[in-house]
């Protein structure tokens, strides 16, 4: 009897110093997460501008955006591109650095941390730097090129070559998710390669039937956060854009990606009611596609049990 | 019976021998393969300074010099002063610190009832703090540009910082994986003493914390020094401006000065990599144990 009322006095005790330790997190999460959610979906409905009062509008953004506004379809074309073709280079490449970083010979870590090094660069001062890297004219890649004899293509000045452009820029930031395979490379048990090469299997079926099974919950997990980066993909194609203040998405809007118009409509135009009808979008495609790839994750990755 | 295992031993010998020639080779192809792809990465390293220590007529000539012909440390001077680096730098410096103090306090205490007290709803809570990962920044920037607005507060540093004094997922996050490791003993120990959870936290917690406060210190600075986004939406002022801002403004003169924008790059650059050394072990153990960057 008096131990449980000792008892529930305890519980009450750690109850009343749990949320006043939290606290300071449920203020923050009513003004910086939730108020701006819900606004935001009432603005989606709205013709919302910077200094005008809202006034409701029905589904009429969301309408316009279906069914009228082709750069927005340009966006969408153009940020898919990027989800379809970078996010794989990125995630292989990752993988098979990973294992060249995880061979045992001398001078491993100074590898490790050249391969690592790319990714502290912020994305301004590197943007910048492959702006001069890959300047059509002036630019090493280009006159490395030309050496050799091959055509030298304008890369940021090209619509066509832009996204490649982009995506070569963004394979040197790749040490971000080869740290996270290295890390998983590390979990796999040495009996499993042991067992394998006994039995007579080859370097290249151990990597396939072992290493990429045992590290594919990593896998998914740099697939889902780097399919939701892409999709907000802003800093580097605003800057190549150019600063003319007006998210270009400039070689001829070969980089005009979702979160850049998304920009251009909210503060460039000021249009904040129907820019947040495509961040609600944005919203719903990110649930969706996260939902899809952990719910069907469970047949293709591997979890030790 | 005899020649039997004779042969046996010849072979092993040849095998042997031949087994060792392929590991070398097998060993040199490795170190070729990773120093020419290594070479790939660090080469743009070599190139910002290299191209931040030649003259304007230098970095357009053909063929192009890898060494400066002549080694032009004023480009360094020209640079700081063609824009208000250091005011910039300053400022982004500001903000860092004012966040990163912010942090440290309300993620460690929001952690602290997330782990060391049990009480009925905790868990759910807890996940709503996760699912915050979830929502976009562009969800949230219009209402929050609108409010900022009101409030007269665009141009200041004020929507940079205040978010942080209120806690965020991931150094929350970071704080509970860390804070339950400690074993309970030692806060049940406490509290029999008398000890108050706000002593628990200040005098037994946090002294122990200082490798998830050097993790979030670390954390804080790169994403201050990377932030892009909103100091775009927030910093109209240009006196107010931080340096990822400021770098631009080699870009939008007209003829951009590609030897002083490099040199201003590298400045920004040394930091970042001389904080990353400093922190190495830190740094990677954050990354690999959240997963998050």
Redesign the interface.
């Known amino acids: 009897m008096a131990f449980d009322s000792l008892k529930s006095r305890q519980n009450r005790r750690e109850l009343k110093w749990g949320l006043i330790f939290i606290t300071p997190w449920i203020i923050g999460f009513l003004i910086f997460n939730l108020y701006p959610t819900l606004a935001s979906f009432y603005y989606s409905f709205t013709d919302k501008a910077l200094v005008r009062p809202p006034e409701f509008v029905g589904f009429d953004n969301y309408v316009k955006l279906f069914t009228r506004d082709t750069l927005f379809f340009k966006a969408i074309r153009n940020t898919l591109y990027m989800v379809v073709v970078s996010v794989p280079l990125g995630i292989i490449i990752a993988f098979l650095t990973a294992l060249l970083l995880n061979m045992k010979i001398r001078g491993q870590s100074v590898f490790r941390t050249i391969y690592y090094l790319p990714t502290v660069v912020p994305a301004v001062a590197g943007t910048l730097l492959w702006l001069w890297i890959l300047n059509p004219q002036f630019g090493i890649m280009n006159q490395a090129l030309e050496t050799i004899g091959l055509r030298s293509p304008a890369w940021f000045g090209s619509p066509q070559w832009s996204k490649p452009a982009l995506i070569m820029m963004g394979l040197w930031g790749v040490g971000a998710s080869t740290v996270l395979y290295l890390a998983a490379l590390q979990g796999v048990p040495q009996e499993l390669y042991e067992a394998a090469t006994l039995d007579g299997a080859g370097w290249i079926q151990r990597t396939l039937k072992i290493t990429v099974p045992m590290v594919s919950p990593v896998t998914l997990f740099i697939a889902i956060t780097s399919i939701i980066g892409t999709f907000q993909l802003f800093t580097q194609a605003y800057i190549i854009g150019g600063t003319g203040g007006g998210a270009s998405g400039a070689p001829r809007e070969s980089l005009l990606f979702y979160a850049i118009y998304l920009y251009r409509q909210g503060f460039v135009y000021l249009k904040m009611g129907y820019a947040s009808a495509m961040a609600w979008i944005l919203f719903i495609i990110i649930m969706v596609v996260t939902l899809v790839l952990l719910r069907s994750s469970a047949r293709y990755v591997y979890y030790e049990s | 019976m005899g020649t039997t295992a004779e042969t046996s031993k010849v072979t092993r010998t040849a095998s042997g021998v031949s087994y060792a020639n392929r590991k070398t080779l097998e060993?040199i192809f490795?170190?070729i393969?990773?120093i020419g792809?290594?070479s790939l990465?660090?080469f743009?390293?070599l190139?910002?300074v290299l191209?931040s220590l030649k003259s304007p007529a230098e970095?357009?000539s053909?063929?192009?010099t890898l060494f400066p012909q002549e080694w032009h440390w004023d480009n360094y001077a020209k640079a700081v002063t063609a824009i208000p680096f250091f005011r910039y730098m300053g400022n982004t410096v500001f903000i860092f610190v004012l966040k990163a103090l912010g942090a440290i306090l309300?993620c460690s205490?929001?952690a602290?009832?997330?782990s060391m007290?049990?009480?009925?709803g905790?868990d759910v809570?807890f996940f709503?703090?996760l699912a915050?990962m979830?929502?976009?920044?562009?969800?949230?920037?219009?209402?929050?540009?609108?409010?900022y607005?009101r409030l007269d507060l665009i141009g200041t540093f004020t929507p940079l910082i205040l978010?942080s004094?209120?806690?965020?997922a991931f150094s929350?996050f970071m704080f509970r994986q860390f804070f339950r490791t400690i074993p309970r003993e030692l806060t049940e120990a406490a509290r029999i003493d008398g000890c108050s959870?706000p002593r628990i936290?200040a005098q037994v917690i946090m002294p122990l914390a200082k490798p998830a406060i050097a993790a979030l210190i670390l954390f804080e600075f790169?994403w201050t020094?990377?932030d892009?986004?909103a100091p775009?939406?927030y910093l109209s002022k240009e006196a107010n401006w931080t340096?990822?801002l400021g770098?631009?403004q080699?870009?939008?003169q007209r003829e951009t000065n590609?030897e002083l924008?490099?040199a201003a790059?590298t400045l920004?650059?040394v930091p970042?990599?001389v904080l990353?050394f400093f922190g190495?072990k830190t740094f990677?153990q954050g990354?690999?144990t959240t997963?998050?960057?």
């Open positions: 060993q490795k170190y393969i990773i792809i290594g990465f660090a743009p390293f190139w910002l191209t970095i357009i053909m063929p192009p309300s205490l929001a602290y009832g997330f007290l049990r009480w009925p905790r809570v709503l703090v915050t979830m929502l976009p920044f562009q969800v949230t920037m219009i209402p929050l540009y609108i409010l607005d978010p004094w209120f806690g965020y929350i959870e936290w790169m020094w990377n892009f986004l775009l939406l340096l990822a770098l631009l080699f870009r939008s590609w924008l490099m790059s920004m650059v970042a990599i990353y190495q990677i990354v690999a997963g998050f960057k």
